[in-house]
Each structure stands twice: as structure tokens, then as C-alpha cells.
């Protein structure tokens, strides 16, 4: 099956520091990406979506200056989080859709856990 | 905006017994996609199944089906002869276009042996 992998899997940084996460799908290509956070005991939200070459759609209310998506190759979506803060503490996950039409399927990557102090 | 509701925080069963998980969604579109993900402890997400929502069969999996009425916009989730493994956090989602998933809220399901 489709496997998409994350990178690292948790981080520990201090406050004001960037972080950067890749996602990768490691046996197919993804022409799109998705990047959600979930806090402790809640669901997921999606942040954005990434496409290859292109800029990414942020949704309403994330700060896109704040997390920077890079989507270069068919392989790899990055998020960074830039001057984080405590309050961006959170597990972040990323998705990768794979297939064309009635099978088209989204494969989740098994998330990083980011602590800032 | 879609929306997604899981009206079961959590709920628990004994191992081999059946549960339906609840979920209602409220779209203006008539075709789209629905699904459940579940999420165990190591927090993947695992697609357990998914329904087309011109289908009018409900879609199974195994021990995994759903009940589908579109009608009424409700998706639930049946597991059958429930296993210890599938104590997990379980996730509906519509799909609102180019794959953008809406979550509901999630339901930690918990499989008592």
C-alpha cells in the first residue's frame, strides 16, 4: 500500500526558533499534499494544501507567513514553522492523495509531535 | 461550510460484541464522499472505509460496514465481532472537494476483553 513518511517524528525547540517537518511519499507521487494539526484529544484541522509548483492554499485563520509550505518535487511537502511559540505546540500530520477519480485516496503520514518551550 | 458531528465522545464494548459508531454531516452537495478514518494509539491514521455518496449500497470492509442515508445525512460505522485491536480514536470525514477532508469530532472506542 501507499506509505507516507514524516520527518521528524517529534521535536523539541525553544521558543522563537523555526522547525521545519518533511513529508514524503515513498512509492508514489503526489501532485498534492495536505498538512493538519491536531491538539491533545481533538480532531483534525486542515491547515493547507499543498501543490507541487504551485503555492500553497492556506485555510482561514492560519498565518501563512507563519507556516511556510514548500512543495518541491512529487515526493515531498515541507512545513515550517517559523518563530514558533508555545501555543504552536501541537502534532502535525500530513497527507498525501494518491489515484485518479472513484479511487482516488488520501494517505496520512504517521505525524510529528512539536514541543515549544 | 460542511460540518461533521460525532455525537459519541467514546464508548466502550466487550471483545466480540457488535458497536455502531454515529455520524452526521450537513452539506448542500449531492455528490461526495464520506469516510472513516481510525486513529490507535500510535496516532496514524488508517482509512477504514469510504462510501460514494451517489452509491446507494452501503460500502463494507470485512468486519467493518457502514449505514448510509443520504437522505437524512448520516454515515454510521458498524464493526462486527469487535477485536482488541480496534480500541482507537475514530474519525468520520466528508470530503468536500479535491479531497479536503472535514473531520468530525471522534469517538475513542474501546474494546474490553
Known amino acids: 500500500g501507499a506509505v507516507v513518511s514524516q520527518h521528524p517524528s517529534w521535536v523539541i525547540c525553544k521558543s522563537g526558533t523555526s522547525v521545519k517537518i518533511e513529508c514524503r511519499s515513498l512509492?508514489?507521487?503526489?501532485?498534492?499534499m495536505f498538512w493538519y494539526r491536531q491538539f491533545p484529544k481533538q480532531s483534525l484541522m486542515l491547515m493547507a494544501t499543498s501543490n507541487e509548483g504551485s503555492k500553497a492554499t492556506y485555510e482561514q485563520g492560519v498565518e501563512k507567513d507563519k507556516f511556510l509550505i514548500n512543495h518541491a518535487s512529487l515526493t515531498l511537502s515541507t512545513l515550517t514553522v517559523t518563530s514558533a511559540h508555545p501555543e504552536d505546540s501541537s502534532f502535525y500530520i500530513c497527507?498525501?492523495?494518491?489515484?485518479?477519480?472513484?479511487?482516488?485516496?488520501?494517505?496520512f503520514g504517521p505525524g510529528t509531535r512539536l514541543l515549544v518551550l | 461550510a460542511q460540518t461533521v458531528t460525532q455525537s459519541q465522545p467514546e464508548m466502550s464494548v466487550q471483545e466480540a460484541e457488535t458497536v455502531t459508531l454515529s455520524c452526521t454531516y450537513d452539506t448542500s452537495e449531492n455528490n461526495y464522499y464520506l469516510f472513516w478514518y481510525k486513529q490507535p494509539p500510535s496516532r496514524q491514521m488508517i482509512l477504514v472505509i469510504r462510501q460514494e455518496a451517489y452509491k446507494q449500497q452501503n460500502a463494507t470492509e470485512n468486519r467493518f460496514s457502514v449505514n448510509f442515508q443520504k437522505a437524512a445525512k448520516s454515515f454510521s460505522l458498524k464493526i462486527s465481532d469487535s477485536q482488541l485491536g480496534d480500541t482507537a480514536m475514530y474519525f468520520c470525514?466528508?470530503?468536500?472537494?479535491?479531497?479536503?477532508?472535514?473531520f468530525g469530532q471522534g469517538t475513542r472506542l474501546t474494546i474490553n476483553p
Open positions: 497527507s498525501a492523495r494518491t489515484g485518479q477519480g472513484l479511487e482516488e485516496t488520501q494517505y
Open positions: 512509492d508514489f507521487q503526489a501532485t498534492t
Open positions: 470525514a466528508f470530503d468536500q472537494g479535491a479531497q479536503k477532508l472535514v
